[in-house]
C-alpha cells in the first residue's frame, strides 16, 4: 500500500506539472501520514505556572507519541485516532476518561464519538458512568453492532457485552475538577437576573479531547471524547457524539471539534467544514476560518482537522487550545495559546 501511496503521489506531481498547478500544491499531498491532537479549547491563562505549563506539554508529547508510532509503522488512522485520544483520556489534566467534570449531582458522565472517513462508519455514546476509555467502546459500537449511537443505561448494557475496562464513577474524581465544580456552583447559584446565562457558559471551564488522522493508505478519522461541561444538568448531551456536530470524518477530511458544545451543534460545524470544502472547493484552512468567524461567535469554540492530502489545520476563536500535530516529513507542532 506504500508504493500505492508512492505512486498517487508521482502522479499527483506529474499532473501538477502539466496542469500548471504550483509546487506549494503538489507538495501538500507529499506526505504519508498526519494527524493532529487536541486537549480543549477555552479561556487559558498565560499567566499558567511554568510546572504546570509543562505538564500540559508533556500530556501533549506523550499522546503525540501515541500516534507516532501508529501511523510510522504504517498502522490504520483509525487504530491512531483511538489510541491518541485513550492517551488523553487516561491524563487527569483533560477532560475526558479520569479527570472528566463534574455533573450537578456531583458525577461524571461521559461522551465520545469516532468515525471512519473511508466507510462513513460510526460510533457513539453519551452518559457512560463506568466505561474508563469511552472512545475504545465508541470503536465498538462502530464495528461490532449494526447501530451507531447508544445512550446512559442502553450504552451501559452495550459495555457489559464487551470487554472494556470498567470502574466506580468515583474513579473519574480529581480534585481539582471537584473543586472547579464547587466554584461553578456558587456562580451559577450568584447568576442576576441581568446577567445572561449565555455569558456565564462561556465563562464555565469546557474541555475535551479529541485526535484526526491521515494515515499512509489514504484513510481518514477522527475521535472525541469528553466529560461535557462542568455542572451540566443530568441527561444533558454535547456536541462530541452527535456526529456532524463535534466529530466528523469523510472523504475530504476528518474534524474534532471542542468548546461551547451547544453553539458547536447548532452550526454541525465538523461536518460544515467537510462541506465547505466539498462544495466550495475551498482550502481546509479557509473552511476553519469559514465556521469560526461567520457562524460562531468569539469565544465559542477550537477545531483541528486534517485533509485527504494530509495538510492539518487547528484553529479556534478562544484564547487558547492544548493542542499538537505532527505529519512523516517531521513538521511538529505543540502549542496552547495562539503565538508561542
Ligand atoms: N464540547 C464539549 C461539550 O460541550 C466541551 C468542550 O469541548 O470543552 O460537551
Not at 14 to 26: I, K, N, R, V, Y
Not at 70 to 87: H, K, M, Q, T
Not at 106 to 132: N, P, Q, R, S, Y
Request: charged residues 20%; aromatic residues 8%.
Amino acid at each position: 500500500m506504500k508504493y500505492l501511496s508512492t505512486l498517487v503521489n508521482t502522479l499527483f506531481l506529474l499532473s501538477a506539472l502539466l496542469t500548471g498547478c504550483s509546487q506549494s500544491e503538489a507538495d501538500e499531498a507529499s506526505v504519508e501520514w498526519a494527524f493532529a491532537l487536541h486537549g480543549g479549547a477555552g479561556t487559558i491563562s498565560q499567566d499558567l505556572p511554568d510546572s504546570v505549563k509543562q505538564q500540559y506539554y508533556d500530556g501533549l508529547e506523550q499522546a503525540l507519541r501515541a500516534g507516532e508510532v501508529i501511523l510510522r509503522d504504517g498502522g490504520s488512522a483509525l487504530d491512531a485516532v483511538e489510541y491518541v485520544v485513550r492517551s488523553l483520556e487516561d491524563n487527569p489534566l483533560f477532560n475526558a476518561g479520569h479527570g472528566a467534570v463534574f455533573t450537578k449531582e456531583g458525577k461524571h458522565e461521559l461522551d465520545a464519538a469516532i468515525m471512519d472517513g473511508t466507510t462513513l462508519g460510526a460510533g457513539a455514546l453519551t452518559g457512560l458512568t463506568t466505561v474508563k476509555n469511552p472512545i475504545s467502546l465508541a470503536r465498538k459500537v462502530m464495528t461490532d453492532s449494526p447501530h451507531i449511537f447508544f445512550s446512559g443505561e442502553g450504552a451501559e448494557t452495550y459495555a457489559d457485552q464487551t470487554d472494556v475496562e470498567r470502574v466506580e464513577n468515583e474513579s473519574f474524581h480529581t480534585d481539582r475538577r471537584y473543586e472547579q465544580w464547587q466554584r461553578a456552583q456558587e456562580e451559577a447559584r450568584a447568576i442576576t437576573p441581568e446577567e445572561s446565562i449565555h455569558d456565564w457558559i462561556k465563562d464555565i471551564k469546557f474541555g475535551t479531547v479529541g485526535a484526526v488522522a491521515y494515515d499512509s493508505d489514504g484513510n481518514l478519522a477522527a475521535a472525541t471524547s469528553t466529560g461535557g461541561m462542568t455542572n451540566k444538568q443530568f441527561g444533558r448531551v454535547g456536541d462530541v457524539p452527535i456526529i456532524g456536530s463535534g466529530t466528523f470524518a469523510n472523504h475530504v477530511a476528518a474534524i474534532s471539534a471542542t468548546g461551547w458544545g451547544e453553539q458547536i451543534m447548532r452550526n454541525v460545524s465538523a461536518n460544515t467544514i467537510a462541506n465547505y470544502m466539498e462544495f466550495k472547493g475551498a482550502s481546509l484552512d479557509e473552511a476553519m476560518d469559514f465556521i469560526l468567524n461567520e457562524r460562531l461567535d468569539p469565544g465559542d469554540a477550537g477545531f483541528i482537522a486534517v485533509d485527504h492530502r494530509g495538510n492539518i489545520s487547528m484553529k479556534m476563536n478562544t484564547t487558547g487550545m492544548f493542542r499538537a500535530s505532527l505529519n512523516s516529513n517531521g513538521d511538529r507542532t505543540v502549542m496552547i495559546w495562539e503565538n508561542e
